[in-house]
């Protein structure tokens, strides 16, 4: 990328975010502007996807809703996502989790999660 565009999208970069990756369980607080109203709404899934860098970043939150699956695309330096909360860790190979839309029900969701021994604590 050009020197001159790293500079300008620099200072909108976020830098407190909090750590994710792929298969983690995330909460996304989003800000919702309806007429002059604006309040936060919560998308919690899992994510399938993290691409990009600097401020083109994103990734993508997948969440199984009335028995349909529900994927948005979230980008990380957005001013209308306010806050990024990690719910569970997860233990994956894998850069991208498309697989999980062909499966369905509680398979959907089932990402190893990352197990911490009771011996290191």
Excluded at 36 to 51: L, P, Y
Aim: net charge positive; hydrophobic share 35%; charged share 30%.
């Amino acid at each position: 990328m050009n020197q001159i565009i790293k500079d300008i999208t620099a200072a909108q970069v976020k830098t407190a975010t909090a750590p994710f990756k792929v298969g983690d369980g995330v909460r996304v607080h989003t800000k919702v502007r309806e007429g002059d109203k604006e309040r936060t709404q919560i998308f919690a899934g899992v994510v399938i996807a993290h691409k990009g860098s600097g401020i083109h970043e994103t990734f993508t939150v997948r969440r199984i809703s009335y028995g349909e699956g529900v994927e948005k695309v979230f980008p990380v330096n957005s001013p209308n996502v306010e806050k990024i909360e990690v719910e569970k860790n997860a233990e994956n190979g894998r850069a991208r989790l498309y697989y999980l839309r062909d499966r369905t029900g509680k398979a959907a969701m089932a990402v190893k999660e990352k197990r911490y021994d009771e011996a290191k604590a």
